[in-house]
T-cell receptor
Framework: GEDVEQSLFLSVREGDSSVINCTYT??????LYWYKQEPGAGLQLLTY???NMDMKQDQRLTVLLNKKDKHLSLRIADTQTGDSAIYFC?????????????WGLGTSLAVNP | EAGVTQFPSHSVIEKGQTVTLRCDPI?????LYWYRRVMGKEIKFLLH????????ESGMPNNRFLAERTGGTYSTLKVQPAELEDSGVYFC???????????FGSGTRLTVV
């Protein structure tokens, strides 16, 4: 079945690291994504990882993928108040040209000064 | 490069009325997707166009929803007649031929009263 789960809320202090977790059920997923939605804005692609990778790092962002446990995490180092947003985990299959996304509910990250 | 543009940004209509949402994708992007987020639920796929053709419309809720993509450029999503459960945020996204890395619009918030 298709199911992506995330915890709904996370609160951290400015300067700490944030870790947002996601689990998915479909082992045939080929790409896993993290999107960010700031208040009043659209969905912004933060990063994605191909299913044959374990880790991907991009500046303050680190994505870890445990394919065996179907667990994906997003670590934000030195979290800033501007990182406050909703973070969505999503998966897609390589269904030809149709990479429709299956989404989690989103994790609302609050960064406290 | 202009991003994905959606309008209106907000629409409040009465039950039974008709509403048409519009999406202008990034120029040259063959793939265009519609997604919807109903309050408290996950973002759900509605349909996918490749140029002017509907590639996958498996997520369309019912026949009150009609999507078109004239000449493979902009797309419209018409809801007729609107029901209360149609309220939510409708997102449009476009991608290049490879299909990775969606660019989303800011969404249209539809409220049916």
């Amino acid at each position: 079945g298709e199911d992506v789960e995330q915890s709904l809320f996370l609160s951290v202090r400015e300067g700490d690291s944030s870790v947002i977790n996601c689990t998915y059920t479909d082992s045939s997923s080929t790409y896993l994504y993290w999107y960010k939605q700031e208040p009043g804005a659209g969905l912004q692609l933060l990063t994605y990882i191909f299913s044959n990778m374990d880790m991907k790092q991009d500046q303050r962002l680190t994505v870890l993928l445990n394919k065996k446990d179907k667990h994906l995490s997003l670590r934000i180092a030195d979290t800033q108040t501007g990182d406050s947003a909703i973070y969505f985990c999503a998966e897609s299959k390589n269904a030809g040209n149709n990479r429709k996304l299956i989404w989690g509910l989103g994790t609302s990250l609050a960064v406290n000064p | 490069e202009a991003g994905v543009t959606q309008f209106p940004s907000h629409s409040v209509i009465e039950k039974g009325q008709t509403v048409t949402l519009r999406c202008d994708p990034i120029s040259g992007h063959d793939n265009l997707y519609w997604y919807r987020r109903v309050m408290g639920k996950e973002i759900k796929f509605l349909l996918h166009f490749v140029k002017e053709s509907k590639q996958d419309e498996s997520g369309m809720p019912n026949n009150r929803f009609l999507a078109e993509r004239t000449g493979g450029t902009y797309s419209t999503l018409k809801v007729q007649p609107a029901e209360l459960e149609d309220s939510g945020v409708y997102f449009c996204a476009s991608t290049e031929q490879s299909g990775l890395g969606y660019t989303f619009g800011s969404g249209t918030r539809l409220t049916v009263v």
